[in-house]
Nanobody, 126 residues
């Protein structure tokens, strides 16, 4: 069992940075693939970035490549999403997700994730 708590969301001007945090509880965090998803009222929940348990594989969705970076610290049981050059279209509720995946690429589909946080709101003003 893994519990996830996101933080770091808020209001930021376009072009600015923001860093999201996802604190996990549970004994086997290091064998879990982790991900950030986002959702707006008008769109389905979409993947932003994922990370393997070693941190060595970090697929990002095309719209955030070069601007967002996912990382993790297994000793602290925390996953981060560094967001730079934010745009109004990045406005959404951001969710942290986890799934057991000791080998292979971290999944990019939300249906493959077993555990979810409550979400944190990110609002980018133009």
């Amino acid at each position: 069992q893994v519990q996830l708590v996101e933080s770091g969301g808020g209001l930021v001007q376009a072009g600015g940075p923001l860093r999201l945090f996802c604190a996990a509880s549970g004994r086997t965090f290091s064998s879990y693939a982790m991900a950030w998803f986002r959702q707006t009222p008008a769109k389905e929940r979409e993947v932003v970035a994922t990370i393997s348990w070693t941190g060595g594989r970090t697929p990002h969705t095309d719209s955030v490549k070069g601007r967002f970076t996912i990382t993790r610290d297994n000793a602290k049981k925390t996953v981060y999403l560094q967001m730079n050059d934010l745009k109004p279209e990045d406005t959404a509720v951001y969710y942290c997700a986890a799934t057991p995946r000791p080998v292979g690429l971290p999944p990019m589909s939300r249906v493959e994730y077993d555990y979810w946080g409550q979400g944190t709101q990110v609002t980018v003003s133009s």
